[in-house]
């Protein structure tokens, strides 16, 4: 598909589109991120023809600025691509989201990660694969599952952005319910502050499921938004 130009759909805005499919939305610092190309200025004029084009619009939340959803002719794109898409995230969690989607974005562009789950790609396909068992009603899953190319094998990484300090409580349970899975070989913590990764420290000396606690390991949150592939690395050396 072209645009109505005739130009081609450049594959920088192709990946724009994906990273919706999975997220839900993007803003537009994600855009200049990671797919717009040049200066800002003309990363500015980029995606404002595209939301003329109707590729992206607006957030329906009207008190969001700067955040974006697929549009009408991004649509077609995505039916093109046979592409499945979530819908889009509410206006609490749209930095929560996307702090942790980048990270992982730059992941695989490195090569690092193989292939990556949203939780809510999770929760629509409809499986029971991942799903965490917390003994409550509600379904629980990891803010995003990858797959962590490594030289031997693949491991599956379970990704936890944890940007506020919950009640022991939900640290006990969360802990709880990976101590029960088994289809995680890591835990990834991403917490914005040590408070935070004691607390869930706290929950492993009280689950005291040694075997888990090995596969469990901690970024800092300013590290994993500055540069997530040595944020990954310096841990992984520590753990291996």
């Known amino acids: ?18 990273f919706i499919t999975k997220v839900g ?32 619009k607006s957030h329906p939340c009207t008190h969001i600025d700067d955040v974006m959803i697929i549009g009408e002719l991004g649509k077609k794109l995505v039916e093109e691509k046979k592409w499945s898409s979530v819908p889009s995230v509410s206006a609490q969690y749209i930095e929560h989201d996307e702090i942790v989607a980048r990270g992982i974005w730059k992941l695989e562009q490195q090569g690092i990660c193989r292939r990556w789950l949203t939780d809510k790609e999770i ?11 917390t003994k409550d009603i509600s379904s629980k899953f990891p803010d995003i599952v990858f797959q962590l190319n490594r030289l031997e ?16 409580w939900r640290y006990n349970k969360a802990i709880k319910a990976y101590s029960d899975s088994l289809e ?14 004691q607390s869930v420290k706290r929950a492993m000396r009280f689950i005291g499921n040694s075997n888990l ?21 310096g841990t992984m050396k520590k753990v291996e």
């Open 123 to 133: 929760k629509q396909s409809g499986t029971k694969n991942f799903q965490l068992n």
């Open 184 to 197: 995680f070989d890591r835990v990834l913590y991403i917490v914005e502050s040590k408070a935070i990764e």
């Open 25 to 56: 939305v993007m803003s537009r610092t994600t855009w200049y991120e990671l797919f717009g190309s040049g200066s800002l200025r003309w990363k500015q004029k980029q995606l404002q023809r595209l939301i003329e084009l109707e590729i992206f």
């Open 213 to 233: 606690n090995r596969k469990i390991y901690f970024i800092q949150g300013e590290d994993w938004k500055q540069n997530p592939v040595t944020a990954l690395g």
């Open 1 to 18: 598909m072209r645009y109505p130009t005739g130009h081609k759909i450049s594959e920088e805005v192709y990946q724009a589109i994906r």
């Open 153 to 168: 094998d693949l491991d599956v990484v379970a990704v936890e952005y944890e940007k506020t300090v919950k009640s022991n």
